[in-house]
Structures are given as C-alpha cells and as structure tokens.
C-alpha cells in the first residue's frame, strides 16, 4: 500500500546527497518534497505540516558522522518520527473481565463481520482464550450467515437469537450464556451505521452502556483515506472507542489513514487486516511499519510468521534426509505447505528490505504454486519418494498428467534439484526456507 510513497520519499533523501551537513538551506527543499508525499499519500494536511516541522527541529545543524552521510540521517530522523506520530510502540488489546467483552462498531462495508472473525481466531490462538461470536447485527441477516460460516471455519461458537429485533438484549443475553458455558471472551458483532444516523448511534451508544466492554474497537475501510480519519474522529466523539482496526489494507489505498488516524483521533491503531483468510490479522507496530514505508523492509515480522509454522521436530526429520542426500517432493511439497501458511506471498516478500521496491508492478497471485502441486500430485508414491527415477517418458506422463508442458516440468526437476542441493549445504547449520518453487510472476 506505501509502493508510491516510498518511491518518492527515498527521491526526496537524494537531494542531501553529497552535502556535508544538514543545514536549513539544503534541508528545505528535502522537506517539502516529504510534505508533498505525505499529502500525495492522502495524509492529513495539518498532520503532514506538523510532522516535517518537527523533523526539521530534529535535523537541523545535527552533525553529519564521518561514517553517516545526510540522507541516511534524515531517513533516520524520519523514521523515528514517523513511528512516533503513529504511535511509537504497538498497543495491545485488553480483555479483562469475565468474560472479557469486546465490541465492534464501523461503517456498513467496513469488514466488522469478517474482522470479527479474524479477531476471535487470533484470540484463541495467541492468547489461548475461549471465545464465543455474538451476531448482534439485525438488520442484515446475510450478516449473520457470514458470522455462523466463519464461526464453522474457525472452530468458534456463534451466538444467535432468531427473531429477536433488540440487539442490546442480544448482547446482555450472550454475556450470560458465555458465563453459564465459560467462554472467557466474547466478542459482538454489531451493525454498520453512520455518524450521521442518530438512532444507529443511539443503538451503539446503548449497546456500550450495556454490556461494559473491556475494549471498543472501531473498524474502518483503509481505501475510503482521509475519509477514514475523519469517520473515525466523528464517531469516537459518540462513542469513545478503545483502537481502531484499519482492514482492506490490500486494496488500492495510499495509506495515508495508517499515518494520519493516531494523530487525529488520539486513539491507538491497534490492528490491521488485508484479505479474506482467517489468519490475515496483524498486530499494528508502528517502528516496523515505519521501516516499511522507507523500503526497509519488516524482518522482525516475517521472523515471527515463520517461527509460527516452525515445527522444531519435523526440522530435525529434515536435517536427518538432507544429510543423507534423501529430500524427496514429499518433503518439498511440505516446505511449500509451510511458506503457504505464512500469508500473501508479495506481503512476505515485501518484508525483505529493498523487496519490496523489487516487486513494485510485480503481480503474485496466491495460486502461485499451482502448477507445482499439480505436477507433484500427478507423481506416484515412488516418484515423490525417488526422484532420481522421474526419466524422460514420466516426466511425459506428468506433464499429460497435470495439464502442463515437458519444460514446465523439466523447470519443476530443476528447482527441485537446485533446492535439495542448497538445503543440503546449511544442514549443518540453521535451517532456512527454499527459494519459492514453481512462481512465475507477471508485470
């Protein structure tokens, strides 16, 4: 979402290029160009003044080390500022009470419900708590489908009361069912709504006072831009929310909500959400979203993700068939499993520092293991097993096989090979994730 940002941001540092010391004259320019950016990013205006205002307090007549030449001062300076005015360090949800209740509130085609879903899976497997849904959206009964079918997919139990029109005496009714099956979070889905709906607003207001939350979070679509900020400023007036949830982040949006919503609305951004898939929910850090807005890439994220999928006893099995020169496409199509758990693979790439501008125009589509999975699908057991039997007449039959080419699979044979020899050299140290099978991008 910051492609363009980054681009113009990292154009702006080359004007200190070459200068021996930050100075007012040759820090000018450089700070307009950011202020352009930040505004050209869809940030607030008085945000994006106040900003390069405090960060030309910061810069000026700083000396430049021997070893640090300006721009990579000024791209230090701005990223310390840039993760302060988003919030400095992330902030964490609170679940206090029993149960503890968190309340959804947005705009209608926010992406509550979906995030509700996302929320109370992330729930129960980080902090290890029992959640129950609570449909608590009346007026759009495709709204509860969608909680009961992300409930199934998830393992989490959906409340519902058919009929019922009150979405307060939902709410309060839930909370006494969560107690009586000992749920110890609950989390309420509640209608979209409008700043401008006075009885809407009212009905959230009540809902509130009724059910005590521990934490309010308002979710809001990150493509609507400043739009966004200033939804979020108009309904935390009413309703005093604990964070907001910015979602859609995958879409075409500039990000500029990101940067401007903490200064405006002085309410943390807690979460941020991009896809359909449960598991797309990140903990919002600013630090690292500031690194990756300035093309540094987010390493301390990408680490975590894989730790996630890091099975400590499944690794040593590897090492032990590395070792012996036995990696086969059973395991292959397990590394491949592993990377797919991880997330949206232009997201994971992204985190690399300097990926991210690597793949800009770059198109990678989440099937981009198809082609391998068919191709090792359509493989017998003793194929997967040995592939040093795959000969000329079967990788035929594969190629028939899987709906491919001869050189779609002599490329598969060949990345394979290239992957076992290169996990084969570092089993003697830390084990390291295969270069990604079977992609081929698209500009």
């Known amino acids: 979402m910051f492609e363009n940002l980054t681009d113009k941001l990292e154009r702006s540092f080359r004007i200190l290029k070459g200068e021996g010391r930050i100075t007012e004259i040759n820090v000018a320019e450089t700070l307009k160009e950011i202020r352009r950016a930040l505004i050209d990013a869809d940030v607030n205006y008085k945000v994006a003044k106040t900003f390069t205002d405090q960060v030309k307090a910061k810069a ?14 000024m791209t230090k300076i701005v990223r310390d500022e840039l993760a302060q005015l988003m919030g400095g360090t992330a902030a964490d949800i609170r679940l206090e009470g029993t149960p503890a209740v968190v309340l959804i509130a947005g705009l209608q085609g926010s992406g509550k419900t979906t995030f509700s879903g996302k929320l109370a899976s992330w729930i129960r497997s980080k902090k290890g708590r029992q959640v129950l849904l609570v449909a608590g959206d009346v007026y759009r009964p495709a709204a509860i489908d969608q909680l009961q079918v992300l409930g199934k997919q998830i393992g989490v139990e959906v409340y519902t ?9 939902i709410a309060e009714n839930a909370i006494r069912y969560a107690r009586q099956k000992s749920y110890n979070v609950v989390i309420i889905d509640t209608a979209g709504r409008l700043a401008v709906d006075e009885a809407m607003m009212r009905e959230i207001t009540a809902i509130k006072a009724a059910v005590k939350p521990s934490e309010t979070l308002f979710v809001v679509d990150a493509m609507t831009g400043q739009d966004a900020v200033n939804t979020a400023r108009e309904f935390n007036e009413r309703l005093d929310f604990d964070g907001v949830v910015l979602t859609k982040l995958d879409g075409d949006t500039r990000g500029g909500a990101a940067i401007s919503i903490r200064s405006v609305v002085d309410k943390p951004l807690k979460f941020i959400s991009s896809g359909e898939k449960m598991d797309a929910l990140q903990v919002f850090h600013p630090e690292r979203m500031a690194d990756r807005i300035l093309g540094m890439g987010d390493v301390v994220s990408l680490v975590e993700r894989a730790q996630e999928q890091f099975d400590e006893e499944e690794a040593r099995r590897l090492k032990k068939k590395l070792v012996k020169d036995q990696f086969n496409f059973n395991d292959f199509m397990g590394q491949i499993a592993q ?16 990926m991210g501008k690597m793949l800009k125009g770059v198109e990678i589509s989440d099937d981009v293991f198809k082609q391998t999975e068919a191709i090792i699908n359509s493989m017998t057991p003793a194929e997967r097993e040995k592939p040093e039997i795959i000969n000329a007449r079967r990788r035929e039959r594969l190629a028939k096989g899987s709906g491919t080419t001869m050189a779609d699979v002599n ?3 060949k990345q394979f ?6 996990m084969k050299t570092v089993a003697g140290g830390n084990m390291k994730m295969p270069k990604m099978p079977g992609g081929r991008f698209r500009r």
Not at 62 to 73: A, C, H, I, N, T
Request: net charge positive; charged share 30%; aromatic share 0%.
């Open 60 to 73: 000026l007549g700083q000396d430049v080390l021997r070893s640090v030449k300006p721009g990579q001062m």
């Open 411 to 413: 490329r598969l044979m």
């Open 417 to 422: 090979e290239d992957t076992r020899k290169m």
């Open 161 to 169: 009361e058919p009929g019922n029109d009150n979405p307060v005496a």
């Open 339 to 354: 990377i797919k758990k991880m997330g949206n693979l232009k997201d994971l790439a992204s985190m690399i520092p300097g």
